[in-house]
């Protein structure tokens, strides 16, 4: 851990924010009283995002209660209105129409009452029968103890549901008997089966994270279940809980109320101690409230993530019109707290992606919101593209910088995969011995994103290719390692392993590069990996883009899309619709 991390640490608790001890036992965020409040003197452009969401300035977290209702999308996230740390949070909220071009109103929720006045947290919102939106969030009562609230809309002929009301019979669920309410928290979507209304409530107990559920005949009075929906021993608080039923076959969505024979489970959590997100596939029986996840889920620490990158405190909703299961996640940045500041902003939520069950059954599979798809501009394509051993040959006729790119590689053959050793379990570990420069058989190959002419900097997102005993393995890697010659930022050599059938010969990739972001998406949306990266000489007009291969196997770009992406109305203030 960082030093500065033990300076300047007093307490805190959110979505994402932990007490954090000086023994540094959990938690990773730290409270800057000397800076929360410390406005933005000027934005540096530098490495700001072109099309991913972001406010104009200051800090923001979790993305709480996405919704679509009255013909807009709505998004709230956590926002600190007066600086570049965490602090002062509110409810920030943004309308849409596409998901893609934004308008910022006024903030939905902030601190007024007993039951919130020492904090607006993270919360999930629920369409009740009548199309009527509900919102549950946690609040940090006169005592800091987490309750759980509700608000309403104001009016609900308002589509943009400027004003948010919470009634004065707030709170309606307090941490019970036995349950510590320094940790109890995000509430989700509520789902009804069975005659009542449920929920789960994020906590801990010593080392066991807890999904705590909740049912309400009214959505007024909450009463605990006897069990939890479920917990895993030593991994700690879970924060951010998501549930949702995913449909054995094909890409639709479902409401979250949603059960039955077609139907899987999704349990994701946030893990507060390591500061990523784990889900697993399972099945769900509200007659006794049981959610068991399938032997192929690995529940903990190794558990499946969306991404393996900068993505947390994600959450889903349904989105009705569509028939789409959508994911919003955080994506913070990977700089150090004195660049927040200078900067003048912190955060971005990471590209909203549709979300299904693979055929397989066994994983979620991935996939950018086809609105994006209205920001591309020039294009550039390539077909049959020989990469020898050791080459990389630019993709030219684009803006690198705010680029959209897919490209299918193939390989004549698998025999040159190198090894692999069963100890390899730890995907990121072995990104980082075996990088884009270390010659492989089948790979490293894929692109050099963010890349100066020189490659004196660059963010190489690729593939190797190994084999074991009966199958062969498929490591992804978005390596931060050479992408800034910045120092003291944090730039791991983010990796997953890719689930996938190579009997065709080809391994696909898709990449949003956006200025401080490599948002990529592999083999169809199989693993995902998000990395935030801070150039300094491949910026704006001097970012390169390569396709690469460094393994002894010569690979071909079958085929290749890329575009130059347009900026769209992004929260700016004075733009409305
Ligand atoms: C509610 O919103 C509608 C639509 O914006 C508006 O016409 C109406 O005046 C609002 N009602 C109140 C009481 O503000
Ligand atoms: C309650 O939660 C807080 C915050 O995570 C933690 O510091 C404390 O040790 C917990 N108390 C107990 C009794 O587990
Ligand atoms: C996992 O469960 C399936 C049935 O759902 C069973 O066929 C299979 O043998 C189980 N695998 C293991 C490793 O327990
Ligand atoms: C390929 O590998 C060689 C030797 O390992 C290294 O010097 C070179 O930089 C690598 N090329 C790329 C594009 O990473
Ligand atoms: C994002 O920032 C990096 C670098 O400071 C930390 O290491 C991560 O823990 C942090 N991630 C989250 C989710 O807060």
């Known amino acids: 851990m960082e ?11 959110g979505c994402c924010f932990v007490l954090l001890f000086n023994n540094g036992v959990e938690g990773s965020h730290k409270i800057y009283t000397d800076l929360q409040s410390k ?29 679509y209702y009255g013909g807009f999308y709505h998004l709230f996230y956590q926002y600190n209105p007066k600086g570049a740390v965490w602090g002062n949070i509110v409810w920030a909220h ?134 939890p929906l479920h917990s895993a021993a030593n991994t700690g608080m879970w924060e951010c809980p998501d549930f949702f039923p995913v449909s054995i076959r094909g890409k639709n969505g479902l409401e979250t109320s949603v059960n039955g024979e077609h139907v899987k489970h999704v349990l994701k959590v946030s893990l507060d101690v390591t500061r990523y997100e784990y889900y697993t596939v399972g099945t769900y029986w509200p ?29 889903t909703f349904f989105d009705a019109t569509t028939n789409r299961r959508i994911l919003w996640g955080w994506a913070n940045e990977s700089d150090a707290v004195d660049h927040d500041i200078a900067k003048g902003w912190a955060g971005i939520q990471a590209i909203p992606r549709v979300l299904w069950l693979d055929r397989c059954g066994k994983q979620l599979l991935q996939w950018p919101i086809e609105e994006l798809e209205s920001l591309r501009t020039e294009n550039v394509q390539w077909s049959n593209h020989e990469l020898s051993m050791g080459s990389h040959a630019e993709i030219t006729g684009i803006t690198p910088a705010q680029a959209d790119v897919e490209v299918t590689f193939s390989f004549p053959s698998l025999d040159k995969a190198e090894p692999f050793d069963p100890s390899w379990v730890d995907a990121q570990q072995l990104c980082s011995q075996k990088g884009s420069s270390v010659q492989g058989g089948v790979g490293p190959f894929g692109l050099l994103t963010l890349a100066s002419e020189n490659l004196e900097e660059y963010t190489p997102v690729f593939f190797r290719v190994f084999k074991d005993k009966f199958k062969h393995v498929v490591l992804m890697c978005s390596d931060a390692k050479s992408s800034s010659l910045k120092r003291g930022l944090y730039k791991p050599s983010f990796a997953g392993f890719v689930n996938v059938d190579l009997s065709d010969g080809k391994l696909s990739l898709r990449t949003l590069i956006d200025h401080s972001v490599v948002e990529s998406f592999g083999a169809e949306g199989r693993t995902c990996i998000t990395s935030r990266v801070y150039p300094t000489l491949a910026v704006l007009g001097n970012a390169h883009l390569y396709a690469f291969n460094n393994g002894t196997e010569s690979v071909t770009v079958e085929k290749l899309n890329a575009w130059s992406m347009k900026k769209p109305r992004m929260n700016e203030e004075g733009n409305r619709f």
């Open 94 to 227: 943004s309308v849409s129409k596409d998901l893609v071009n934004w308008e910022a109103l006024e903030p939905a929720i902030y601190p007024t009452k007993p039951f919130d006045i020492n904090g607006c947290w993270s919360g999930s919102a629920t369409i009740l029968p009548g199309n009527k939106p509900i919102i549950l969030y946690t609040g940090l009562d006169t005592q800091n103890r987490q309750v759980q609230n509700y608000a309403i809309p104001a009016n609900l002929s308002d589509p943009y549901l400027r004003k948010w009301i919470k009634p004065d019979n707030n709170p309606l669920v307090f941490p019970g008997h036995g349950v510590n309410a320094s940790a109890f928290r995000d509430p989700t979507t509520a789902w009804w089966a069975d005659g009542h209304w449920r929920i789960i409530v994020g906590s801990r107990r010593k080392h066991r994270g807890i999904a705590y559920l909740y049912r309400s005949k009214d959505f007024m009075k909450w009463t605990q279940a006897q069990h």
């Open 287 to 315: 007659e006794i409230d049981r959610y068991i996840p399938e032997n192929t889920s690995a529940d903990g620490w190794s558990g499946m993530r969306y991404d393996y990158g900068n993505f947390y405190a994600s959450k």
């Open 39 to 67: 406005h933005a003197v000027k934005v540096n452009q530098l490495h700001r995002t072109g099309f991913h969401f972001q406010p104009p300035s200051h800090w923001i977290n979790d993305p709480n209660a996405p919704m």
């Open 3 to 13: 030093v500065l991390q033990f300076l300047s640490v007093f307490m805190l608790v």
